[in-house]
DNA sequence: ATTACTAACATACGAGTAA
DNA sequence: TTTACTCGTATGTTAGTAA
């Protein structure tokens, strides 16, 4: 319909040509339109002199969300690679990333021994789970001490600065607001990169 | 997957995470991913570790196709108008339309008397179809006189330049090329709107 | 010509489960 | 844990028609 009558437009037809149009017989079509207008996407008024149809505002809501989704897909191939600005951390990390259940399955299934400490990113949530999602996921199990059980992590390696390699961690029940990751490394990843307070930072997959 | 691991990125995942963002079952997205598989729209390994999957270009084709179409809509919300640029007509639509079995339902259904002649525009065919698509159609129906037979036509009312009321007609078997129009309208458009050869005119709807 | 109801048929879905 | 098979059930489709 908006592809015949742009968005606003009435559309004029017949149910018959509607099917035709999707390849589907004149009763579905006919089903279809009166589901569409169940559901408040569109306006129908049916008569035995055809059709007369036009979007509803919930109609084009959809149509643009999806256009919105497609384009961000098309207008940015930029999702092989995320930045982020670092965050002054907490020095919780250092007591997670330390303990020995953790460093133990990090050293195994990463290759590298962390640097105790993680480097919190600030980054565009949508871009950020775009980017890990396409990462194969390593799983970190978690365990419990005689004091407290700590829970499950999921590892993502990257490229830092293109250089450096490490891992984005997601801890299974994680505090942090979701525009946030922490990025571990065999090194110090501020001294290393000179990173200042606000120090801006590139990861590739 | 797009949306996860940009066009090209490797999508790990599972049957179940699929299925818990789609909204079915497990069962059912297994299924759905072999089937897209079948088509070709994606590669996918599956394994009891998890899927491994990446769309391919036929995928990748869907997914731009319905981008563009999209885009056309909501990149610009300028279908209510029609601009064509004038053609030297064949002299063919006069012969037509001054026939009286056309005539009389062109009065009746129309509101006016064709000047005998149309006015051809060069146009562009899918902006032309979404713009006929949202006016109501009328039908001319055709008839025979004693030496042949004249076919239907549809007839679409418009607005010239602003000002003057016309209708596109569209012969039911018509020889034109497809990004070609035909105008008529009570008065002599060429004169009435100073058309030299080539000149632009504006339909609204 | 229309739309749309009913009923018979086809397809899709998902619970249970094997591997 | 996985994937994906079978199979009973739910949903979708369309031929035949009434209005």
């Known amino acids: 319909m908006a592809k015949r009558t742009s968005l606003h437009g009435m559309f004029y037809s017949s ?22 207008r169940q559901k408040g996407l569109i306006e129908l008024q049916s008569s035995p002199s055809g059709i007369k149809a036009r979007l509803l505002d919930k109609g084009i809501k959809v149509l643009k969300q999806d256009y919105l989704e497609l384009k961000q897909l098309f207008a940015s ?20 990333v330390s303990q020995k259940g953790y460093e133990k399955q990090f050293v195994k299934s990463l290759g590298f021994r962390p640097f105790p400490g ?17 990462i194969p996921e390593i799983e970190i199990r978690g365990f419990r001490t005689e ?13 830092i ?7 984005i961690i997601v801890p299974e029940r994680s505090s942090h607001p979701s525009n946030e990751i922490e990025v571990i490394a065999p090194s110090w990843l501020r ?14 997959a």
């Open 15 to 36: 149910t018959a040509k509607v099917a035709q149009l999707l390849g589907i017989s004149q009763q579905s079509a006919s089903r279809k339109l009166r589901e569409m």
């Open 77 to 96: 191939p930029k999702s092989r690679q995320l930045s982020g600005r670092a965050k002054t951390g907490l020095g919780e990390g250092s007591y997670y």
């Open 118 to 134: 993680t480097l919190n990113l600030v980054v565009d949530e949508a871009l950020a789970q775009s980017f890990i999602a396409g």
């Open 147 to 159: 004091k407290r059980s700590f829970g499950s992590i999921r590892a993502f390696k990257v490229l």
């Open 161 to 167: 600065e293109g250089k450096e390699h490490g891992a």
């Open 191 to 204: 001294k290393k990169f000179r990173l200042k307070e606000e120090g801006k930072i590139k990861l590739t």
